[in-house]
């Protein structure tokens, strides 16, 4: 167990949705991460959150916005779903976000029909 | 993004046997680590290097840290059908050190 919760563990949804993915950090985290892994990918950055502020942006789409909230939880929202968006969606975090290692959720499987 | 270049793709080997894959990139890195992830799980922390030269151990696995910083190595000795899952390499590049790159993962098999 990582410390990293994520919520819901899988979300079936159909396209043109709006979704809310959950992530609570390990205590005394203070950096979040969301990546995306499609089906045998490997893992893609989408945006990183350290204490409340927006830290660097990967591969994230337009659609797809989040935030870290003060009690650092975070919240990845997709919208307009597109069935491309079926992936597994990973919460990580770390102490301070510079050379420090990431933990990993166990992720949330997302399916769009 | 630029990921890394992650080798092997894939691995089906004999319990018993030795391991190795490797990670490679264009630019210089200053961390590397090395990440299992079982079927439908997150990805483990196996092993963290920050320093050129660096070998690390965790139990049956080593990894290393290249001199040239652009590449890492992960070994597992003595393989065992627990091993089984996927690999992943990863790291922060030197241009941009809030960026996390991962390699596309080796899969590994293990025949009892």
């Known amino acids: 167990d990582s410390g990293v919760t994520q919520t819901p563990k899988h979300l079936i949804t159909a396209t043109g949705q709006r979704v809310t993915l959950r992530c609570s950090p390990r205590?005394?985290?203070?950096?979040v991460y969301w990546y995306q892994q499609s089906l045998d990918q490997g893992l893609q950055f989408l945006i990183q959150?350290?204490?409340?502020?927006?830290?660097a942006k990967g591969n994230i789409l337009e659609r797809f916005s989040a935030q870290q909230f003060p009690d650092l939880h975070s919240e990845l929202n997709l919208s307009s779903l597109e069935l491309g968006d079926s992936a597994l969606y990973f919460c990580?975090?770390?102490?301070?976000?510079?050379?420090?290692?990431?933990?990993f959720g166990p992720g949330t499987r997302l399916t769009v029909l | 993004g630029q990921q890394l270049n992650q080798s092997p793709q894939s691995m089906f080997i004999q319990e018993g046997e030795d391991v190795s894959m490797n990670c490679t990139s264009s630019?210089?890195?200053?961390?590397w680590l090395w990440y299992k992830q079982d079927p439908g799980e997150g990805p483990v922390l196996l092993i963290a290097?920050?320093?050129?030269?660096e070998l690390t151990s965790n139990g049956r696995l080593t990894a290393q840290f290249g001199i040239t910083r652009k590449d890492s190595f992960l070994n597992i000795s003595a393989s065992i059908p627990s091993d089984v899952g996927i690999y992943f390499c990863?790291?922060?590049?030197?241009?941009?050190?809030?960026?996390?790159?991962f390699g596309a993962g080796t899969r590994l098999t293990v025949k009892p």
């Open positions: 205590s005394g985290d203070l950096s």
């Open positions: 990580a975090s770390s102490v301070s976000g510079y050379t420090d290692t990431q933990y």
């Open positions: 630019s210089i890195f200053n961390t």
């Open positions: 290097l920050y320093k050129a030269g």
């Open positions: 959150y350290y204490n409340g502020e927006e830290r």
């Open positions: 990863a790291g922060r590049p030197e241009y941009n050190n809030n960026d996390m790159r």
